[in-house]
């Protein structure tokens, strides 16, 4: 009985994550297309670019081997993850989804740009990127998929306050299985996207050569 709940959940859970999934690519190709034409000035939205770049994203570019897949993994792993984490504890819906959204949205306008700078390299490059951003944006709607079912606990404790039939529902055991999705599932992707992005994407990249 146990076991085919557990199923269910996981079921439950792996269907938000696709159509999550499948919003972020759809927002991805939006903004590619729109990017492409519009065609912005090239200088002007890559110096708004690279002042929108934290140090983190930085010091990935900069890296190389190891050094870049662990840098790639503290930015992408680590610290967006918490970042949404932190969101879900805020009693507004969805607002966890800030940063899957400014990701894809950034991915997109990047696309739209090298396309239309050259539009058959920028094909290739887009190419070559597509495996790791694939792994990493699935890795995003995943957490989210299950964030999705924190931040419902949250806001249903907050009504709790103002009803008088409360709703019971175990903070404790979503946020279980909050980590337990992202230690098993999440963050193993992420190192996956980052082995690809290092190793893989340059190699694509060179079969057009």
Avoid at 172 to 189: M, S
Wanted: a positive charge; one cysteine or more; hydrophobic letters at 55%.
């Amino acid at each position: 009985m146990m076991s085919a709940m557990t199923n269910l959940v996981n079921k439950v859970l792996i269907k938000r994550a696709i159509n999550f999934f499948i919003y972020a690519v759809a927002v991805t190709i939006i903004a590619t297309i729109i990017t492409y034409i519009i065609n912005p000035d090239l200088k002007e939205v890559m110096g708004g670019m690279e002042g929108l770049e934290d140090s983190s994203s930085v010091q990935i570019k900069e890296s190389t081997g190891m050094d870049k897949v662990w840098s790639y993994v503290v930015h992408n792993g680590f610290t967006v993850p918490l970042q949404m984490f932190i969101l879900a504890l805020i009693p507004i819906q969805f607002l966890y989804f800030v940063n899957i959204i400014s990701t894809i949205s950034l991915l997109g306008v990047v696309f739209g740009i090298v396309l239309q700078a050259d539009f058959v390299k920028g094909f290739e490059l887009i190419i070559s990127s597509i495996p790791h951003s694939i792994f990493e944006i699935f890795a995003y709607c995943l957490l989210a998929a299950v964030l999705f079912e924190l931040n419902q606990v949250v806001r249903i404790k907050l009504g709790n306050i103002f009803r008088k039939a409360k709703e019971r529902n175990s903070f404790i055991k979503k946020f279980l299985k909050t980590i337990r999705t992202y230690v098993v599932f999440v963050l193993p992707i992420i190192f996956v996207a980052a082995f690809l992005e290092t190793y893989i994407a340059d190699t694509i990249l060179n079969l057009f050569q």
